[in-house]
């Protein structure tokens, strides 16, 4: 007897679900890392900068969790232990550390939003949200931290 048997009535939302999924925690992990780079950035003229990626990333994971719904996925599934992108950006100390860390968690993301396109089941719909809006996003995010570059000037 199989004890892993769904429910009647009950349709397994795919894999498309479970790979939305992945890029949530990741948009999350995400989130958590830029709030601690906000607040160990405190005074320094990138504040700004780092404080709108955070918000970018926080909309990413709004855009997700509504195709994940749409799909008949449970984007609840997605809350869980820390990601390694937070616990990198926890771990730096000094502050070219900490911009490194959040572009390699950048790149990482990237990388994913990237393999997300490239597989067959993903719907048309989500395809165009990661196009058009979550990768150009990631981009963009590289992009501002390659001009951070080496350690922050305070403001002033």
Same mark, same amino acid.
């Given at each position: 007897m199989n004890l892993f048997l769904s429910p009647p009535g009950y349709d397994d939302p795919g894999p498309e679900v479970d790979s939305l999924i992945a890029l949530l925690r990741s948009e999350l992990a995400a989130a958590e890392a830029y709030s601690q780079a906000v607040g160990r950035f405190a005074g320094h003229?990138?504040? =700004?900068?780092?404080r709108r990626i955070w918000r970018e990333h926080e909309t990413a994971a709004a855009v997700l969790r509504n195709h994940i719904c749409n799909l008949g996925g =449970? /984007? =609840?599934?997605?809350s869980? /232990? /820390?990601?390694?992108f937070a616990a990198s950006v926890a771990g730096a100390a000094s502050p070219a550390g900490l911009l490194a860390a959040l572009r390699q968690g950048e790149e990482r993301g990237l990388a994913d939003y990237e393999a997300v396109l490239r597989a067959e089941e993903m719907p048309a719909e989500c395809r165009f949200a990661v196009r058009g809006e979550l990768l150009p996003r990631r981009h963009e995010h590289i992009d501002v931290l390659a =001009?951070?570059?080496g350690s922050p000037r305070p403001k002033g």
């Open positions: 003229s990138c504040q =700004d900068r780092l =449970d /984007p =609840d599934e997605a869980g /232990p /820390p990601d390694t =001009d951070l570059g």
